[in-house]
């Protein structure tokens, strides 16, 4: 009789505890959205940066003669942009990315995330994609430079020329991805999310290795374009269904 008695005094307390697991679990699941899929673009336009005093070794085209299209072997959210591709200088050894990401013309960019903590490279937000030359698979999902089809071989590298066959790949982040980096809530875009998000890129390509270099030195280095051979501006509108 003892241990019954016990029972009924416990069994309110685990009906108390179960009611008030169940709205935590329905928020935890409510705060993601989008799951592994990632986001579609609606391009407003992408065009050269303005010539600066960095190097400038190749200029992609603007969106007036080359249109950004889906990327046919790759999962939805991935896309490419060829054109004619000026190369003024041979572009040999290692090049890296750097994409600064932001939500406005004056925002600040968005910080780095989910990136690899042994390389520093990869992530969603504003962030430095290395191993652009690895040909291991796996590797530059995110962003690839290819020529002829085939990821760029550093070593031999490309001559002065103009080109039909260089390519520019990118997958967009998911959209849980994107709401926790630019710390958007996700309540608010479900309600008014249906327009998408704005977001404007400037896409800079390095002949050096940014992921090596101290903080200091690494904003510095994206502060005066130094070993800048490239600068593309991107401005797409994120949306969460094609």
Same mark, same amino acid.
Request: charged share 25%.
């Given at each position: 009789?003892? @241990?019954?008695?016990?029972?009924?005094? /416990?069994?309110?307390?685990?009906?108390?505890?179960?009611?008030?697991?169940?709205?935590? @679990?329905?928020i935890?699941?409510?705060?993601? $959205? #989008?799951?592994?899929?990632?986001?579609?673009?609606? $391009? $407003?336009?992408?065009?050269?940066?303005?010539?600066?005093?960095?190097d400038?070794?190749?200029? %992609?085209?603007?969106?007036?003669i080359?249109?950004?299209?889906?990327?046919?072997? =790759?999962?939805?959210?991935?896309? =490419?942009?060829?054109?004619? /591709?000026? /190369? %003024?200088?041979?572009?040999?050894?290692?090049?890296?990315?750097?994409?600064?990401?932001?939500?406005g013309?004056?925002?600040?960019?968005? @910080?780095?995330?989910?990136?690899?903590?042994?390389? =520093?490279?990869?992530?969603? #937000?504003?962030?430095?994609?290395?191993?652009?030359?690895?040909?291991?698979?796996?590797?530059?999902?995110?962003f690839?430079? @290819?020529?002829?089809?085939?990821?760029? !071989?550093?070593d031999r590298?490309?001559?002065k020329?103009?080109?039909?066959?260089?390519?520019?790949?990118?997958?967009?982040?998911?959209? !849980?991805?994107?709401?926790?980096?630019? !710390?958007? +809530?996700?309540?608010?875009?479900?309600?008014?999310?249906?327009?998408?998000?704005?977001?404007?890129?400037?896409?800079?390509?390095?002949?050096?290795?940014?992921?090596?270099?101290?903080?200091?030195?690494?904003q510095?280095?994206?502060?005066?374009? +130094?070993?800048?051979?490239?600068?593309? =501006?991107?401005?797409?509108?994120?949306?969460? !269904?094609?």
């Amino acid at each position: 009789m003892k @241990q019954f008695m016990t029972s009924l005094h /416990v069994l309110p307390i685990l009906v108390t505890l179960l009611l008030l697991y169940r709205p935590l @679990q329905c928020i935890e699941e409510s705060n993601s $959205l #989008g799951g592994n899929r990632r986001l579609a673009i609606e $391009l $407003l336009s992408h065009k050269p940066c303005r010539k600066g005093r960095w190097d400038e070794r190749i200029r %992609f085209p603007s969106s007036r003669i080359a249109e950004l299209v889906p990327d046919p072997k =790759k999962e939805f959210g991935c896309y =490419k942009i060829r054109g004619e /591709v000026e /190369v %003024f200088k041979e572009i040999q050894g290692e090049i890296q990315i750097y994409v600064r990401s932001q939500l406005g013309t004056r925002g600040a960019p968005e @910080q780095c995330s989910n990136f690899d903590p042994r390389t =520093k490279c990869g992530g969603t #937000g504003s962030c430095i994609y290395c191993g652009l030359c690895n040909k291991s698979p796996g590797m530059n999902e995110l962003f690839s430079l @290819q020529v002829d089809g085939e990821r760029f !071989d550093c070593d031999r590298g490309i001559d002065k020329g103009t080109y039909n066959s260089i390519e520019w790949h990118f997958c967009t982040p998911t959209l !849980d991805e994107f709401l926790e980096n630019a !710390d958007i +809530d996700p309540d608010f875009w479900s309600k008014h999310g249906n327009k998408g998000q704005i977001i404007f890129q400037t896409i800079q390509i390095y002949n050096v290795s940014l992921n090596t270099l101290p903080p200091a030195k690494l904003q510095k280095v994206l502060n005066s374009g +130094d070993g800048m051979i490239a600068c593309h =501006k991107l401005v797409v509108n994120y949306l969460q !269904d094609g």
